[in-house]
């Protein structure tokens, strides 16, 4: 998916203008962070880091884009000429991806002369952001079913083509087993899940024909769909062809329950499975679940194994955005600040410091300059922030979308308890602003030659 330079906003591009006729092209650093947590979310997780680096790499104009550009009668021929040689040569820090974070935290810091830095900031929260969306709504499931097959199953509602790969990649770093997107498969090496539909079935003579075709002609194990009509009906025809298919060297898998009640219907198909001697057979559900759902399924002690989430998973349909921002805190090596009524901002290159007790666990974060040191006591803060890019080129081989989930499950074990209920956590995860920041915004505030 080749990004395209004009996919930003027209004021950038206006901005980048006004700087370079201003000479204004000194090193900038922005931040990315989010304001405030939304209600149902005690944490978040950063993700879509790789794409962030990926676009940042590749990032130019096409002559096809300047001649549209120039055709807009907005902008002039020197500044067209910038735009033709434009790269990005500046330098990123940013946390792991599949790590955990909280309100006011840089997960992203960029470096650059100033009319780059501004460019890519669109683009750069476009990517950031929704990834962080979808990856946080999944590791909600992924700590309330952590025993359970987790499967995206939201590309039809996801909003557009792009969005339902990225919800793909960012539900697998949140935790989730993979997905049923085929191109995600591809672009993101993820592990891609499939049953069937109930066309199929309306499209046979009858549930035992249509299972067996669709179970011959398989290449690997098989789950069928059982709701079309009788979910109880369906599972005792199941359990009488499953033995005869097996003869055959055709093994079944599962079923799939889509509708009704399905924690009473996973029940019921359990007894039917288990009294003919077909333990071994899974129960997956899916239709309009979300991990709350989830929660209470497995809490009424319903047998299923698995579950596919879909439209609530890939719009993040009870948080569907963060109140994210890319601010500007340092230009010609001068900390800058934003004061505006409730969207006030901390000054000045920082880092972010976590602390843990000897188990692991997280007790504390401190927001800090850069440069402060993260030890106290006898306790030493690990460094968020780390470098991805200097001078326009990533420093390191993209990881793999496994090891990033990986961390993010080992990361999830160290989060307090409390934070890994779904209800909200009262009080919530503690994060400290050091005296020094809190002095340096005291004097750019006196100062009012700094805004």
Known sequence: MPDSALLTDSYQLSMMQAYLDAQMTKTAVFELFVRRLPAKRNFLIAAGIEQLIGYLEGLRFTGEEIAWLQKAGKFRA????????????????????????????????????????QLVESRLMNIVHFQSIVASKAARAALVAPEKILIDFGMRRAHGAEAALFAARASYVGGYSGTSTVQAGMLYDLPVYGTMAHSFVQAHA???????????????????????????????KVAQIAPRLFAQGIAIQGVRLDSGD????????????????????????????????????LASGAPIDGFGVGTRLTTSADAPYLDCAYKLQEYAGTPRRKKSEGKATWPGRKQVYRFQDTNGIYLRDRLALEGESGSEANLNGAALLKPVMRGGKRLHPP?????????????????????????????GYRVEISDRLVELARRLDQNSNIF
């Open 399 to 427: 990881l793999s979308v496994h090891a990033v989930r990986e961390n993010l499950l080992r990361e999830l074990t160290r989060i307090p308890p409390s934070l890994r209920k779904l209800e909200p956590a009262k009080p």
């Open 78 to 117: 020197s500044f067209l000429d910038y735009l033709r040689q434009l790269r990005f040569s500046g330098d990123v820090d940013a946390v792991d991806e599949g790590t955990p974070f909280f309100a006011d935290e840089p997960i992203v810091r960029v470096i650059a002369p100033l009319p780059e830095a």
């Open 262 to 297: 399905l924690g009473a219907h996973a029940k019921n198909v359990r007894r039917i499975f288990d009294r003919a001697q077909l333990q071994g057979l899974r129960i997956f559900v899916s239709g309009s679940l979300d991990e709350e759902q989830i929660q209470d399924l």
């Open 206 to 236: 009858s549930e035992e024909e249509a299972f067996e075709h669709f179970a011959k002609s398989h290449t690997g194990p098989v789950t069928l769909l059982i709701d079309t009509y009788d979910t109880e009906a369906a599972a005792e």
